[in-house]
């Protein structure tokens, strides 16, 4: 079946450490996006990118980073920068510029 | 950027009863608006969406309005259904220059349907 998948659907993270979030399309989707998403807050941008080995900071990047490397994947790594990374993530993507945007079902990451 | 504001916050309603979810939005060079409906522990999905050239889109028992002068849309759920409840999300979409394609989101609204 075509979608996006995120893994792990849970994840716990020791204070000091990084991890990495997996976000995998196989629907040929050019752009890919990972929001953060907490209680009351709606959806935040963290990082996009419109086009492979390029991505753009959103408006919370700080203590995140990401790579582009294959058209269906885009990784996301919170850093031991990111002092609150307690947060549901989900990964987003869309075919073309006037397209819709598709989601995965999240990842919910804790601190331990 | 474009700013999105969402009202109400949350919203009970009977089953049967029609819901209204308002959203404003600040970019006028915004021209697409979707609804993403989200259930617990999942990711959003898309419900409906109308793009500036057009004032209303139905499909069955939801439509979506929407005001370019007054830079506001909405969406209308009838005979709402237990089922009906979850997250409502609206989003704008400006088509400008490097964010062309980014959607910025409103914070949601919790709909409640009792039986």
């Known amino acids: 079946d075509g979608g996006i998948t995120q893994s792990p659907k849970y994840l716990f993270r020791k204070e000091g450490q990084n991890v990495t979030l997996s976000c995998e399309q196989n629907l040929n989707h050019d752009a890919m996006y990972w929001y953060r998403q907490d209680p009351g807050q709606g959806l935040r941008l963290i990082y996009y990118s419109q086009i492979v080995n390029d991505f753009q900071k959103g408006d919370i990047a700080e203590g995140y980073s990401v790579s582009r490397e294959k058209k269906e994947s885009f990784p996301l790594t919170v850093t031991s920068a990111q002092k609150n990374p307690t947060a549901f993530y989900l990964c987003?993507?869309?075919?073309?510029?006037?397209?819709?945007?598709?989601f995965g079902d999240g990842t919910r990451l804790s601190i331990l | 950027g474009e700013n999105v504001e969402q009202h109400p916050s949350t919203l009970s309603v009977q089953e049967g009863d029609s819901a209204v979810i308002k959203c404003t939005y600040s970019?006028?060079?915004?021209?697409?608006f979707p609804w993403y409906k989200q259930e617990l522990g999942k990711g959003p999905q898309l419900i409906i969406d109308?793009?500036?050239?057009?004032g209303e889109k139905k499909d069955q028992r939801i439509a979506v309005t929407l005001n370019k002068t007054a830079k506001h849309f909405s969406l209308h759920i009838t005979e709402t259904q237990p089922e009906d409840s979850a997250v409502y999300f609206c989003?704008?979409?400006?088509?400008?220059?490097?964010?062309?394609?980014?959607?910025?989101f409103g914070r949601g609204t919790q709909l409640t349907v009792w039986p």
């Open positions: 989003a704008a979409r400006p088509d400008r220059g490097s964010t062309l394609g980014r959607l910025y």
């Open positions: 109308i793009r500036s050239n057009v």
């Open positions: 987003a993507s869309r075919r073309g510029a006037n397209q819709p945007q598709h």
């Open positions: 970019d006028s060079a915004s021209n697409y």
